[in-house]
């Protein structure tokens, strides 16, 4: 289950960011994203919610293992 933008906007910011930084460092895992310093973990924050905004990324709630996760809206199996 996808969970809409607007809610997104309704969770405390330090929870968002939690949850995009656990995105974050799941790129890092698979290199995708390499750098970790701060300021280019703020700046990666900032563009992970812009493509949250945009559609690009969306968080999937999965009722299966009662977990959720950001990802890539093309990624989707549907």
Same mark, same amino acid.
């Given at each position: 289950?996808? %969970?809409?933008? @607007?809610? $997104? ?8 960011? &939690?949850? +995009?930084?656990?995105? !974050?460092?799941?790129? %890092?895992? @698979? ?6 310093? =701060? /300021?280019? $973990?703020? $700046?990666? +924050? ?5 493509? !949250?905004?945009?559609? *690009? !990324? *969306?968080?999937?709630?999965?009722? =299966? =293992? /009662?977990? +959720?996760?950001? &990802?890539?809206?093309?990624? $989707?199996?549907?």
């Amino acid at each position: 289950m996808l %969970v809409p933008y @607007d809610a $997104l906007l309704q969770l405390p910011n330090e929870t968002l960011e &939690r949850l +995009i930084k656990e995105y !974050l460092f799941s790129q %890092v895992e @698979d290199g995708s994203f390499s750098d970790t310093d =701060d /300021e280019t $973990l703020k $700046l990666a +924050i900032n563009k992970c919610k812009q493509a !949250l905004k945009q559609g *690009v !990324l *969306v968080v999937e709630y999965s009722e =299966d =293992d /009662e977990s +959720i996760a950001i &990802r890539q809206h093309d990624h $989707l199996h549907n």
